[in-house]
C-alpha cells in the first residue's frame, strides 16, 4: 500500500531530530560539518538528503539512533518517487 504523500526527509530532522537533541539548526549544521544555509535548504524540503548527506547523518546520529544511511536515503527515495508519480515537481540535488 502506498503511503499517502510522504514527508520529505528534511522535515523529519526538522520537526522530530532537532528538537529531541534539542539542537538549533546552526548547532546541527556545525555537528553535521555542513554549512547552516546547506542544512536549512534540506531541512525546509528545497534540496535532498543526498547520499553523503545520509552518510554524514549516520555518523552524526549514530547507527543505534536511527541514523542508518539507508534509512535517510530511503526516505528521500520514497519522498521523490510519490513526487514524480503524482507530477510533483521534485526536489534538486543539492
Do not use: F
Not at 534539542?22 to 555542513?34: D, W
Not at 542544512?39 to 525546509?44: E, P, Y
Not at 554524514?56 to 536511527?66: D, F, S, T, Y
Amino acid at each position: 500500500m502506498e503511503m499517502h504523500h510522504p514527508p520529505h526527509p528534511g522535515q523529519t530532522l526538522r520537526e522530530d531530530v532537532l528538537p529531541a537533541l534539542g539542537l538549533s539548526v546552526t548547532e546541527a549544521a556545525r555537528q553535521l560539518g555542513v554549512t547552516r544555509a546547506a542544512l536549512s535548504r534540506g531541512l525546509n524540503g528545497h534540496a535532498c538528503i543526498s547520499p553523503q548527506m545520509a552518510l554524514r547523518i549516520e555518523a552524526w546520529l549514530g547507527v543505534e539512533h536511527g541514523g542508518r544511511a539507508e534509512i535517510w536515503a530511503g526516505m528521500q527515495l520514497k519522498y521523490d518517487l510519490w513526487q514524480a508519480r503524482h507530477g510533483e515537481e521534485a526536489v534538486a540535488t543539492a
